[in-house]
């Protein structure tokens, strides 16, 4: 009984209609020709701009892989692993979740860095993955505490929630940190196995997990900061102050495999708290479904260059 509702649940379809559902109760009360129609009117510059700026997000998502997998990185790795990440975003499309990519996007790698195992670049994407949530966990708690303190509407089972995915952050980098995987995996024979997929927790390598989780905690308000450009473009008025107390929740939720793209779920998540505030339920939905165009956009720009 558990596997046949594991095997519903996960399945692709169920995701689907999942995504069909929350997308009827996102936009069930607005006016979807008026919608479609304002979104067309996006100015084609303003497209450009955003388009060249994720460019340059991605590079830094692409920089922080690279400083994880290689020793002494070269210039010309950056458009190695930016490929590959883009690969990665455009496969991403056909996975239940905005993690889905992973899966595949360090493949491309293998044809350019042959001395490098798969193991080693598989278990690479995991860590990064793992540097870059913890980077959301840690900006999702601090925009739930600011918010309370600020008045925000946030339930107060969202605190606890973030608090322990906070608490559990902590803990990791510390076990990362003070732990010495070489010695604790080295001794026994059958786990030198799982020592070759922790191959950069290793000693020598936490310098660099350090430094990667710097730069996702810095780059993470420069990922979120669109969101209020796009809010300026449609005049949807959300405060940059909303927008960096409301997305980093936004982000961590839909991460979770429950739609397609964060298609549905992101738009009810954007309605939920941002209504909250008075904002127009059209505008805002405005907002998420153009971020989600520009998700699509900028995967299939992955797509590509994958081709190139």
């Not at 020709?33 to 955003?50: A, D, H, N, Q």
């Not at 940190?177 to 000693?203: H, P, Q, S, Y």
């Amino acid at each position: 009984m558990l596997k046949m509702v594991k095997t519903v649940f996960g399945s692709r379809v169920f995701r689907l209609l999942f995504s069909a559902v929350l997308f009827y109760f996102a936009f069930r009360k607005v006016n979807i020709v008026r919608l479609l129609s304002e979104l067309r009117m996006v100015p084609g510059w303003f497209l450009l701009i955003i388009v060249l700026y994720f460019t340059v997000s991605m590079t830094v998502g692409a920089v922080r892989w690279m400083l994880l997998v290689l020793e002494n990185p070269k210039v010309k790795d950056i458009r190695n692993f930016l490929n590959a990440s883009y690969s990665g975003a455009f496969y991403s499309l056909f996975f239940p979740s905005a993690v889905g990519g992973d899966l595949v996007k360090w493949l491309p790698l293998l044809e350019k860095y042959p001395h490098l195992s798969k193991t080693k670049l598989a278990s690479s994407v995991l860590i990064d993955r793992v540097v870059g949530l913890s980077a959301f966990a840690l900006m999702a708690f601090i925009s739930v505490s600011v918010g309370k303190l600020l008045k925000f509407p946030f339930p107060d089972y969202l605190f606890w929630l973030f608090l322990f995915l906070f608490v559990g952050v902590i803990v990791f980098y510390l076990f990362v940190f003070t732990v010495d995987f070489e010695k604790l995996f080295g001794k026994i024979k059958f786990l030198r196995r799982i020592l070759d997929i922790l191959d950069i927790l290793k000693a020598g390598n936490k310098k660099r997990i350090f430094t990667c989780l710097l730069i996702s905690i810095v780059a993470e308000p420069v990922w979120i900061l669109p969101i209020w450009f796009y809010s300026l473009i449609f005049n949807a008025g959300m405060s940059l102050m909303s927008v960096f107390i409301f997305i980093p929740v936004i982000n961590l939720i839909i991460v979770l495999p429950i739609s397609f793209a964060g298609f549905g779920a992101r738009e009810n998540l954007f309605v939920l708290f941002f209504s909250q505030l008075g904002l127009s339920e059209e505008k805002i939905l405005l907002v998420s479904t153009f971020t989600g165009i520009i998700g699509i956009l900028n995967a299939l720009l992955g797509g590509l260059i994958s081709l190139i």
